[in-house]
């Protein structure tokens, strides 16, 4: 059989079975299995650690910085992730103890798909470009990557804003994407961390400002040239607010 069938069998085998252990698990009516099919935790996290779970976490909580600040994800446990861990456990009604513990790792583990994304965005809704992240500005992987931690950013938001929608517009572009639709040649969108949000359940403005406090640099909203039918936000390296009719300046 060629690889590729085998594998495909193989997969089937693993659903068959997960499907298999579901019903198993809710005959006997147990507590769901933690969503971590992306990356698990083996011990608590304080201030001082580091690592690749640091950085993990840090990707996680990075929707929970101090207002205008931008939590750098270098693997070092610093004073700033330590307040972005206890405001993401204020967040979500756990003890605020700034460090990751079973508590915290288990409300992401609820938060996250198994391709590390939260719950309530996917990579394909950040591309609708390529389906590989190609040909941006970095490589594939830092596009993607950046991605991700633009998601963990909006599900902050999301969940700021009363877990209502938020709506995608247009995430990471190739060159040839953004010359399509005539973005900036330096456009944020060209390395993956740019989103753009239409209007939907909040307003622009409503969103732009809560930007503010959910890890962006840059904002650009109403009033800023192009930006009167969306707000754009990305997390380029020095800040840069301009949407000027929600007040939202640097
Ligand atoms: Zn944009």
């Known amino acids: 059989m060629p690889r590729r069938a085998v594998r495909a069998v193989l997969a089937l085998v693993m659903v068959a079975a997960a499907v298999l252990v579901g019903t198993a698990a809710v005959a006997t009516a147990g507590p769901a299995a933690p969503k971590d099919g992306c990356f698990t935790w083996s011990h608590d996290l304080a201030e001082g650690a580091s690592g690749d779970d640091v950085k993990q976490l840090q990707i996680r909580v990075s929707g929970y910085p101090a207002s205008g600040e931008v939590i750098a994800v270098d693997g070092e446990f610093g004073p700033a992730t330590k307040a972005a861990v206890a405001r993401f456990q204020k967040a979500y009604g756990l003890s605020e103890t700034g460090k ?10 609820e938060l996250q798909d198994d391709d590390c994304s939260p719950a309530h965005f996917a990579f394909g809704e950040l591309n609708n470009c390529n389906s590989d992240w190609s040909g941006g500005a970095v490589s594939a992987a830092e596009a993607k990557s950046n991605a991700l931690r633009t998601m963990w950013k909006l599900e902050a938001m999301r969940h700021a804003m009363g877990d209502k929608p938020l709506r995608v517009t247009s995430g990471f572009r190739s060159k040839a994407c953004n010359d399509q639709v005539g973005g900036a040649a330096s456009s944020r969108h060209l390395f993956g961390d740019a989103a753009d949000l239409g209007a939907g359940s909040h307003s622009l403005c409503e969103m732009a400002k809560e930007a503010r406090n959910r890890g962006f640099h840059g904002i650009l909203g109403p ?6 039918d969306h707000t754009h936000v990305d997390h380029r390296s020095s800040k840069y607010w301009d949407a000027p009719d929600c007040g939202v300046t640097n």
């Open 100 to 109: 990751g513990d079973s508590a915290t790792y288990n409300k992401i583990y």
């Open 223 to 228: 009033g800023f040239p192009g930006h009167d």
